[in-house]
């Protein structure tokens, strides 16, 4: 895998893959049609924000590449990337209990507050990519 050249782009599959941790100043696209809905990404080296209709949904600290990811009614899939171990952060609903799945092994449930943000880290470090997939309990 690697990163996205072209900061967002749609995938065969009908998911998206987007973010280039190998940029060293901060880049853009904006209105990226997906669906029906309008996709913002801004990613570099240090972080990697992803938005939908103005609406918080991926963060991660240091910068990733992010693969196939797809967004479901009982959570989000995809394969990340970085030079470094990763915190993500993900934008999921409401007072939800999700389970977590790094690399395959599940670490475990986490409950979303009012804001239904989730944080997990990630190591990458060793890996090419590392599969990650939160759905709900």
Wanted: proline share 1%; glycine share 10%.
């Amino acid at each position: 895998m690697a990163v996205v050249t072209e900061l967002i782009r749609k995938e065969s599959d009908g998911s998206i893959s987007f973010g280039n941790y190998e940029l060293s100043q901060k880049s853009k696209v904006e209105d990226f049609p997906f669906e029906g809905d309008r996709l913002k990404v801004k990613t570099f080296n240090e972080i990697t924000k992803l938005e939908k209709n103005g609406s918080f949904l991926y963060e991660s600290v240091p910068g990733t590449a992010v693969n196939n990811f797809k967004e479901t009614e009982k959570g989000v899939e995809f394969t990340v990337e970085a030079k470094e171990d990763v915190q993500i952060t993900l934008g999921l609903e409401d007072d939800t209990l999700y389970e977590i799945f790094v690399g395959g092994e599940n670490t475990g449930a986490v409950q979303t507050g009012l804001g239904g943000k989730l944080s997990i880290s990630v190591e990458t470090a060793n890996a090419d990519a590392v599969a990650v997939k939160v759905v709900k309990a």
